[in-house]
Each structure stands twice: as C-alpha cells, then as structure tokens.
C-alpha cells in the first residue's frame, strides 16, 4: 500500500513564529487531506487539496503530486494551533476500492 | 447540521465482553469508515462501507466486526474485546469513495481491561 511520511514528527514554536509541515508519499493519489487532532482529540478538517495551493488565513497548503509531496505552512502560529496534524492520501488499495491512508502525524506545540 | 456522530464517547470493556460502537452521518454521504488511532501509529482503517449493502476490510479487521445499517448508520462490532483493542475509534464518511473529502466523528475512547 501507500506509504505516507510526515516531518518533522515533533515541532516546537515560539507564538508568532512560522513553520513548514512535510507530508510524502510513496505513490500516485486520489487526493490528499490536512487534519489538525486538538488537544481533545477531534479531528479537524483543514485542507482537500489533491493538488495545487490553498490558503485558509493563516495557514496555506501547497501540493505537488507529480513529486509525491505536500505541504502545510502555518504563519504567525499561535497557542490554539497546538495539536497533531496528519497527512491523508487516497490511492488504490487493490480489488477496485480505495482507501484513505494516513500519516503518524507531526506534533506541534505553540508556546506563549 | 450534526455531521458524523459516535457513541458512546467513553467505554471501559473487561477482557472478553462484547460492545457495539455506533455511528450515523447526516451528510446524505454513500460510504462510510472505522478507523482506529494508537500512539504513534497514525490512524489505521478497520472496515469501511463504499455504499450501502457493501461492506470490506481494511487494513486491520481482525477481532471486528460491521454492519451498514442503512446509508446513515455504519456500526462496528468488537464480539470478545481483548485488551489489543484498546484505542481510540473513529468514524468518518465521504460523498463516494473516490475523490471527495472525509469527515469525521468526535471518536470513542476505548480501553480493555
């Protein structure tokens, strides 16, 4: 199946500093979504985006699938941002279905 | 507009008890998803229904079990809990199976003793 790779797994911020999250994977995809896990444990939407860049405020997504890579910056972090995200990516499982694949995620922590 | 919803949120199971965990969408959406999160693993697909009246395996469906009910409700069954099955469960669920985002449920905080 697809492998799907996050970095760095662990991230530490200063309030008000920016920061790049990596997301590859290892084969062609459906499409590819951004989660944030907060610290209650809900999962989030933030971002479908098989390909091309999006913005949301403060965060923007950029993903380049004939690379196998995409990409979630965050600007101005603050400490709401805290939590998990995880990489998604849909490719062919086998057998006519699809399956959504995730990442082990990157855990940020935003500091005061 | 509720989205997905599980229940329930918290269940402590002794070793070899049995529990259904429910789930329902009220997106209109054909398929449906049972994930499980560990630490450091990620989440991890158990079963997932690509449409009403279908059903299939994941990547680990071993000691579970799911019925479609109906296109809003997707249940998974654990028949003898072990403590292995100790996680947190989530639902989700997408327009089709193909090309369209997944939303999902709050999660079901399990724990097998």
């Known amino acids: 199946g697809i492998q799907v790779e996050q970095s760095p797994p662990d991230l530490i911020l200063q309030e008000g500093a920016n920061s790049t999250l990596r997301c590859n994977f290892s084969d062609s995809v459906n499409n590819l979504q951004w989660f944030h896990q907060n610290p209650w444990g809900q999962l989030i939407n933030l971002f479908y985006?098989?390909?091309g860049t999006k913005q949301n405020g403060r965060l923007s997504a950029t993903t380049v699938a004939t690379e196998r890579y995409s990409l979630l910056y965050i600007s101005s972090s603050q400490t709401t941002d805290s939590g998990v995200y995880f990489c998604?990516?849909?490719?062919?499982?086998?057998?006519?279905?699809?399956?959504?694949?995730f990442g082990k995620g990157t855990k940020l922590s935003v500091i005061p | 507009n509720a989205g997905v919803t599980q229940t329930p949120k918290f269940q402590v199971l002794k070793t070899g008890q049995s529990m259904t965990l429910q789930c329902a969408q009220d997106m209109n959406h054909n398929s449906m998803y049972w994930y499980r999160q560990d630490p450091g693993m990620g989440l991890r697909l158990i079963y997932y229904s690509a449409s009403e009246g279908t059903t299939d395996k994941g990547e680990v469906p071993n000691g579970y079990n799911v019925s479609r009910l109906n296109k809003r409700e997707f249940s998974l069954r654990l028949e003898s809990a072990a403590p292995s099955q100790t996680s947190v469960y989530f639902c989700?669920?997408?327009?089709?199976?193909?090309?369209?985002?997944?939303?999902f449920g709050q999660g079901t905080r399990l724990t097998v003793v």
């Open positions: 989700a669920s997408s327009h089709t199976q193909l090309n369209t985002e997944a939303f």
């Open positions: 985006i098989p390909s």
């Open positions: 998604a990516v849909e490719g062919y499982s086998g057998a006519g279905s699809y399956q959504l694949t």
